[in-house]
């Protein structure tokens, strides 16, 4: 996704931009710029192709003075990756630069009214018709650039974060939002803008979100107003503080960020359980649950939407909740159940899972479930994101900042609060006798240790790796519980690998996937001794039998399987439902390593954002 980073102060922009670009890079992008305003002079517009680097090189030095700037890093979305559609993007008269991260839907009708004015462009992108109408606007009813701003955006459909700054009011910077994230930074006598805190946090931890439908005018003088845009009114924001660790921005020694968040599991996981759980004194509890428990208990059925891997996380939540609790539960890709007209009561919950809190798809099908009346639940890593703030209730998964485009952190912590969910409302439903809720919650409590076991098949998935590089194709099979950590490992590999991988559930292999099965056609099959292990055998042997290569995810000590499998990865024991966590750990190292032998760029594939807050 686009990444924003903007500044008004007494310091010199350009360095703060600059860096705070470099900070923005994780979110994916392909190109990026700058603008800088040094008071009444023209605005300086530096803008690039390709990685932030590029752009620092085609400025080579040039001084780039002025305590007023905007950067921006472009995930394309309305015209190829050129310098040319690089942000910022100017007005007619390049008195006014705007960065902008979002789509705007009705853009093509502007255009045309704008072009029919006699207005010119040089981009493909959406964004130059914004500064374009900002500017007609201004030009038009003779009026400040606030209001030019706020009158445009009245015009406008369809998400954006913009900033806007011109040279008739250089002392003078404003950010307005709608959809797409926005932070503001309050410093002393100096003010940044972000699409998320990272570029903002080693300046500042105090901040300000903006909603939908906001906007603020950020003055040199120290001065600044919140207003909302629609109405024309003014309004004072709540002050939050950003929860970042500057390190965890940092590689800490890793060579990829993916690297050092997969080895954060342990901690992460940890960190997600405390306070939840203990089996000493007999409790697991999430905050959102508890406050709304007799919504749940007496729900027809919770509803997850998702997308992506947090859609995997779902599909393991349906397991474990129907398993534990016998609560019905369905799960649905967002971005089909926003158009799909579900049916939706006031006695279903819908929960929304997403990392980032910002996915487009994952807010509308929330936003859906809310019109018609049910009561929503947000499950995020993001403190603040949207998602969060827009659920009737909660829980966060404490994973730390997730720099890396594939999810793996995320993920385990995802499940992990999704397990106390199930333990906790299984509870809440007299599903489980004292024994075994105790044994549930010790076995969740022993599981970061766990994780820290799992972690040593590194040097396994390395020399798999190195065999099954080169490979076109992957299979990746599991049963009931790891079904979908079939798909989340294929998933994994798809995304930073580029080599095509599908999950299956093994027993549907019979059913028309086998026809691809040959020596070519490496299987990776997830066989914990539990659950439904001999049917997965069983499917293993199909496999053998058509010459198949088979990778498999087994029971520390499974010596039976061995005789199967090609190649083994042994993870711990641990309760079937709790597979999950553990047999995910040797396929995100294992799609890791093959993506840093095809010499990818693991922590910012191609084509992907970190958070996709486009539709
Ligand atoms: C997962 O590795 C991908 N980065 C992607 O599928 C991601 O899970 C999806 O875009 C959902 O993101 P969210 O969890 O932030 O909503």
């Known amino acids: 996704m686009c990444g924003i980073v903007a500044y008004i102060g007494d310091k010199e922009a350009y360095p703060i931009l600059i860096n705070g670009l470099k900070r923005l890079e994780y979110r994916g992008y392909d190109s990026s710029g700058i603008a800088v305003l040094n008071g009444m002079e023209k605005i300086t517009i530096h803008k690039k192709k390709g990685k932030v680097s590029k752009l620092e090189e085609a400025i080579n030095g040039t001084k780039i003075s002025g305590s007023v700037g905007i950067g921006h890093t472009r995930w394309a979305t309305h015209g190829p990756a050129n310098d040319v559609n690089a942000h910022p993007h100017y ?18 009708s502007l255009k045309r009214e704008l072009l029919e004015d006699g207005y010119t462009f040089k ?16 030009l038009k009813a003779n009026v400040e650039l606030e209001e030019a701003v706020r009158i445009a955006l009245g015009k406008v459909v369809g998400a954006y974060a913009i900033v806007v700054i011109s040279e008739d009011e250089p002392d003078k910077l404003i950010a307005a939002k709608m959809s797409s994230p926005m932070v503001i930074g309050y410093g002393e006598n100096e003010f940044f803008v972000g699409s998320d805190g990272a570029p903002i946090v080693e300046h500042t931890r105090k901040v300000s979100y903006l909603e939908d439908g906001q906007m603020v005018v950020l003055n040199k003088d120290g001065s600044y107003y919140f207003k909302y845009i629609k109405e024309n009114t003014n309004f004072i924001p709540f002050v939050d503080e950003l929860t970042y660790k500057l390190e965890e921005l940092e ?28 089996s000493s004194e007999q409790f697991a509890r999430l905050g959102g649950i508890y406050e709304y428990e007799n919504a749940f208990v007496n729900a027809d059925r919770l509803i997850f939407i998702a997308c992506g891997t947090s859609w995997h996380s779902a599909l393991v939540a349906e397991y474990l909740i129907e398993d534990l609790a016998r609560i019905p539960v369905e799960v649905e890709y967002a971005s089909e159940f926003r158009y799909r007209n579900p049916i939706i009561t006031e006695k279903d919950i819908v929960i929304a899972i997403s990392q980032s809190g910002e996915t487009a798809d994952t807010k509308a099908a ?33 994973a730390g900042t997730e720099i890396g485009v594939a999810s793996t952190k995320a993920f385990t912590t995802q499940l992990a609060v999704l397990s106390i969910m199930a333990i906790e409302l299984a509870k809440r439903k007299g599903r489980l006798s004292v024994n075994r809720f105790q044994s549930l919650l010790t076995e969740l409590d022993q599981l970061p240790e766990k994780v820290e076991i799992a972690l040593k098949c590194n040097s396994i998935t390395k020399v798999i790796a190195d065999i099954f590089q080169d490979a076109n194709n992957f299979l990746y099979l599991g049963r009931g519980y790891n079904f979908p950590i079939a798909l989340e490992g294929a998933l994994k ?18 059913h028309g996937p086998i026809a691809l099965i040959d020596e070519n056609m490496p299987v990776l099959v997830i066989a914990p001794k539990r659950g439904h292990y001999d049917k997965v055998i069983s499917n293993m042997e199909e ?4 010459k198949g290569k088979i990778i498999a995810v087994v029971t520390e000590g499974d010596e039976e ?16 439902c709790f597979t999950p966590i553990l047999a995910t750990i040797p396929l995100q190292l294992l799609a890791y390593h093959i993506a840093v032998m095809r010499n990818c760029n693991v922590d910012q594939p191609r084509n992907l954002a970190k958070s996709v807050t486009v539709e």
Do not use: W
């Open 543 to 546: 496999i053998k039998a058509r």
């Open 123 to 138: 981009s493909d992108t959406d964004t130059e018709v914004i500064v374009q109408l900002i500017e007609q606007i201004k």
């Open 561 to 576: 399987i061995s005789r199967l499998a090609d190649f083994v990865i042994p993870i711990p024991d641990t309760e079937e």
């Open 493 to 510: 590999l798809k995304e930073i690998s580029y080599i095509h991988a599908e999950g299956y559930p093994a027993a549907e292999m019979k």
């Open 251 to 278: 590689k800490g020694g890793f060579e990829h960020f993916m690297l050092k968040e997969i080895y954060e599991q342990p901690r992460a996981i940890r960190d997600s359980i405390r306070g939840r759980i203990s």
């Open 91 to 108: 007005s007619e008269s390049g008195k006014i630069a705007v960065i902008h991260n979002g789509i705007i839907e009705n853009y093509i």
């Open 366 to 398: 929330l936003e859906l479930a809310k019109s018609k009346g049910a009561m929503t639940y947000g499950i995020c890593n993001v403190v603040g994101s949207a998602i969060s703030r827009m659920s009737d209730a909660g829980s966060y998964t404490h």
